[in-house]
Structures are given as structure tokens and as C-alpha cells.
């Protein structure tokens, strides 16, 4: 597994309707919001998702309503 990271060109995103059935952009305090009102699930901790998201966010990660 590897993971990469990237700067966007957009915040235009176009998911496949397969695979990836939605997608969005999200800042750190919007991030904050959806996930303790439950909108956004995070990926597991002992993902590499998890971690680049982690990183980008740059402290622990908010935890879920009912963690």
C-alpha cells in the first residue's frame, strides 16, 4: 500500500460513480464540524488515509459523537 500527497489545481472534483461516488473539499474547520456532528467518517487509524489526513490537519484528529 502507499499513499501520496499533492496540491490541487481546483476545488472542482469529478468522482468516477463507480469507486468514488462522492468527493469534496473540505477546510480543517469544516472538517471539525462534519465529523463531530457525525456527517464524515473518518478512515481507520491504522490506515494511510487516515494518516495523511492527520498530517494535513496537523493535531488529533476530532473524534466521532459517539466514539
Same mark, same amino acid.
Given at each position: 500500500?502507499?499513499?501520496?500527497?499533492?496540491?490541487?489545481?481546483?476545488?472542482?472534483?469529478?468522482?468516477?460513480?463507480?469507486?468514488?461516488?462522492?468527493? %469534496?473539499?473540505?477546510?480543517? @474547520?469544516?472538517? =471539525?464540524?462534519?465529523?463531530?456532528? $457525525?456527517?464524515? #467518517?473518518?478512515? %481507520?487509524?491504522?490506515?494511510? @488515509?487516515?494518516? =495523511?489526513?492527520?498530517?494535513?490537519? $496537523?493535531?488529533? #484528529?476530532?473524534?466521532?459523537?459517539?466514539?
Amino acid at each position: 500500500m502507499v499513499g501520496f500527497r499533492g496540491t490541487a489545481l481546483s476545488t472542482q472534483v469529478t468522482p468516477d460513480g463507480e469507486e468514488i461516488t462522492t468527493a %469534496r473539499f473540505v477546510t480543517r @474547520a469544516e472538517l =471539525l464540524r462534519e465529523v463531530e456532528a $457525525g456527517r464524515l #467518517l473518518l478512515p %481507520r487509524a491504522t490506515s494511510i @488515509a487516515h494518516h =495523511l489526513i492527520s498530517q494535513w490537519y $496537523g493535531q488529533e #484528529l476530532p473524534k466521532p459523537p459517539h466514539a
